[in-house]
């Protein structure tokens, strides 16, 4: 129950910033508890990047994040902490700002708690 709450607490607390505009292509929308996991959504601007681009390139996307999650930052290790302990994984969703056209990529629980070794 308490562990729940932490997390609903931390996912409200980002969301306080939310639209946040990330870089000059990419805007955080929302961070939300989707059954299994905690999902960002980003939106994109498609004027400046092709959605489609970033659907064949989850792999690297995926490289690119876990290396900028970097657990030492203890906000960020205590909502991964959070997430490992209500047995979440992460979702990042990124969804083109005309087309609508989405694409996601996931860190498991296993993956997360690896981060935190």
Do not use: H, W
């Not at 047995?87 to 969804?95: A, D, H, I, P």
């Amino acid at each position: 129950e308490s562990e729940q709450k932490k997390l609903e607490e931390l996912v409200k607390a980002t969301n306080i910033s939310c639209p946040m505009r990330v870089d000059e292509v990419t805007v955080l929308e929302k961070l939300a508890i989707e059954a299994e996991n905690v999902v960002y959504t980003y939106t994109i601007d498609e004027n400046s990047m092709d959605i489609a681009s970033l659907k064949g390139n989850e792999e690297q996307m995926k490289q690119n994040v876990k290396g900028s999650l970097n657990v030492s930052e203890p906000a960020l290790k205590v909502f991964l902490e959070a997430c490992v302990k209500n047995n979440k994984g992460l979702v990042y969703r990124y969804v083109g700002d005309v087309s609508g056209d989405s694409t996601e990529f996931m860190f498991s629980v296993a993956e997360i708690t690896m981060l935190l070794k």
